[in-house]
């Protein structure tokens, strides 16, 4: 299998009522998280109510900057998953936005090769257009 057809293969993200406002605003390259103004806590990822004071259904969208810093990262040599095996070696990190401590994202880091990734690099977002027309926020590591 070629690394295209690797790439067409790729699952396509969940789309639902909760989760489609994430999804649009990464089309329009703008990184949003939800907000529970009831406990005044980002969420992520999307979800129907609020898991930190449990009251709030009424979450709303909001920009955040998209910078953070590497809390954790993980190096994948050799995917199984279908869709992404070929790639090579690459970092897949736990992001913490710089906008609320304990708010983490999950994703790949572009451009650095695996030695180069360390915990507590700053990090800020970029936006990968798949095949499919589907826009992924992912991250690069920054000075």
């Known amino acids: 299998m070629s690394v295209q057809d690797d790439i067409v293969t790729?699952?396509?993200?969940?789309?639902?009522?909760?989760?489609?406002?994430?999804?649009?605003?990464?089309?329009?390259?703008?990184?949003?998280?939800?907000w529970c103004a009831h406990c005044s806590h980002f969420i992520h990822a999307p979800m129907s109510r609020c898991w930190r004071c449990h009251r709030s259904t009424g979450l709303e969208w909001r920009e955040v900057s998209g910078r953070g810093v590497i809390h954790s990262f993980i190096v994948i040599h050799n995917s199984r998953l279908p869709g992404f095996g070929g790639r090579g070696p690459h970092v897949v990190a736990m992001v913490e936005i710089e906008e609320q401590d304990h708010v983490f994202m999950?994703?790949?880091?572009?451009?650095?090769?695996?030695?180069?990734?360390?915990?507590?690099?700053?990090?800020?977002?970029?936006?990968d257009e798949t095949i499919d027309g589907i826009t992924i926020p992912q991250f690069r590591i920054i000075a």
């Not at 790729?10 to 939800?34: F, K």
């Not at 507590?120 to 936006?127: A, M």
């Open 10 to 34: 790729r699952p396509r993200p969940e789309m639902d009522p909760t989760t489609t406002p994430y999804w649009e605003s990464a089309g329009h390259g703008v990184l949003t998280l939800q």
């Open 106 to 127: 999950f994703a790949n880091v572009l451009g650095a090769e695996p030695g180069d990734v360390a915990v507590g690099d700053r990090v800020e977002v970029t936006f």
